[in-house]
């Protein structure tokens, strides 16, 4: 049933007096009759406002919340090309290391180590997986003539003739890390990918708990791990526990 105007106004005018006695109580209370008029206008009679129209304007304020976008520069590419070369030049001559090993191992030197590199990961099927990078560094890594890709062959990448030429560019880098990035590839030097991918994958389901604030425990991660793709059933959940105990022991898991 809809409200008789006079019921309208009587609510209208509580909530005023309500508004007036509360801003009063704050000493902030408006005139509420001509001669606190006429008093308001002379107390004030020589007052200037005066603002800053840039914390005023609501606009302005919502502008100078917002997080400042980090500039990415040609310095940014470089490092994560230098880190890829180095993990090459490194396991090269493994015939477990491809593209999707290389990618997994960029993945966890970037997040196990907390390196400030640019990447994109996203949710794909075979694990974390920035679609750009590959394409990037294969490039990078033939243009600087350190390394060429060749998907048709057993061993997969190639040293040309200034392989080994990176190395100024990783000390300079990395040199903080050193014996952290060795000690990474030295554990997955024989590992096969789809090892590497399953390692991969529960890292980052991990670190999304983390990042939830949620408990961590199995079957959280399990549910975690076997909701991010169809693909994952391939692994089994003793696979998914195996791998976990191995990181626990091997250091290889998100802070």
Sequence with gaps: MRKKPLEL???????????????NSTGFGFPESSDEIQEFRHFFKDFEFKANANKIDPSKILESTKKPTKKIDKTDYHKRTVLAAEIVYQLHQEWSL???????LIFLCQNSLGMAIHTNFLKQAMGPYDPKLMRSIDSQLKKNQWFEYRGASTQKYWPLTKAGAHKEWYERYFHNQLEQIDKLISIFRNMKSEKVELVATIFACWQEVLEENQTFNMELLTKKFYKWSEEKKKFSESNIKVAIDWMYEKGIYPI
């Design 9 to 23: 106004l009587n609510q209208k005018k509580m909530k005023s007096d309500n508004l007036n006695s509360f801003l």
């Design 98 to 104: 491809g593209h999707l090993k290389l990618h997994k």
